[in-house]
């Protein structure tokens, strides 16, 4: 048996504070890419939505799902962001923040770099420039608030999508510079985005990838789903 090692010095843990999560509460670990905005740029990814970053994003947080089975309800992606719901009665890591936050996204982190050259072959990630996320914990106390914030997420998702695809498709399909096209959507409602959309770049939103409108879902069995989360909800919460 080893011997705890006890010195003069271990009075300095009482300085460690340790955050222990609200019991009985769905805590949501939410992670987001620092500064995707410029790494997106240094690694050329199409705009607006990389398919192969997208898939990154999902290969990444189903490894983190199927890793922790047993405590996840489901997890939620777009862009440069995924959110792992955590079941309301879960003792992971005896429910600390520090642990949780940190541990989910090093985990994910290690997965995104590991998975990188599968999902980019031939783009080499440059030490220099290497990806890395922020993590936070948040506790919701009812299903109510937890579904709310699965839809705050994919509406956020629909929104911004629909957006930067019309952004994006007046400056390649109408010549617009960034500039023009900005001004073109100022103030503009979501109809009006379609119609635009339809008449000026003679695209229907509705055929869009559903990837890409719906953003990303995981079950707790792993499978990666794009559907109307809002529309699902009370299917994915039965037994939760
Ligand atoms: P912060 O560090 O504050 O999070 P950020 O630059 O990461 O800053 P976000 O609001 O998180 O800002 O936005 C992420 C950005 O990353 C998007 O606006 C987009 O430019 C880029 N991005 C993320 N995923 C993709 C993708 N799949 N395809 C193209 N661009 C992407
Ligand atoms: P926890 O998840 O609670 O941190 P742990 O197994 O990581 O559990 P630590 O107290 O962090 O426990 O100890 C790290 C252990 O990892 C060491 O006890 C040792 O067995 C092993 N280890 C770490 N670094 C090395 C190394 N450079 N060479 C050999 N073994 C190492
Ligand atoms: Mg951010
Ligand atoms: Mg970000
Ligand atoms: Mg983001
Ligand atoms: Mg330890
Ligand atoms: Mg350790």
Known sequence: YHTMAKSRFEYVRQFETNEVLLPETYIVVRIDGKKFHEFSRTYEFQKPNDL???????????NVVMK????????????????????????????????????????FTANYVALWS?????????????????????????????????????????????????????????????????????????SDKQEILFTKCGINYNNEPEIFKKGSLINKKGEILHIDVIKNIDALFEGF
């Not at 192969?52 to 189903?62: C, G, Q, T």
């Not at 777009?78 to 985990?107: A, C, G, H, M, P």
Request: charged share 25%.
């Open 68 to 107: 922790y089975q047993h405590e996840v309800v489901c997890a939620f992606g777009e862009s440069d962001e995924y959110s792992f719901i955590l079941r309301k009665d879960t003792v992971l890591f005896k429910r600390r923040q520090n642990k949780l936050s940190s541990l989910f996204v090093s985990l």
């Open 52 to 62: 192969r970053a997208l898939k990154l994003m999902n290969a990444s947080a189903k």
């Open 118 to 190: 599968k999902f980019f072959p031939d783009v080499a990630l440059d030490y220099k420039n290497l990806p890395f996320f922020d993590s936070r914990c948040v506790c919701y106390p009812s299903l109510t608030t937890i579904k709310d914030y699965l839809s705050w997420r994919y509406v956020d998702t629909h929104i911004n999508n629909l957006y930067n695809t019309v952004f994006w498709q007046l400056i390649v399909k109408c010549g617009l510079t960034p500039q023009e096209s900005e001004q073109k959507l100022c103030g503009t409602l979501s």
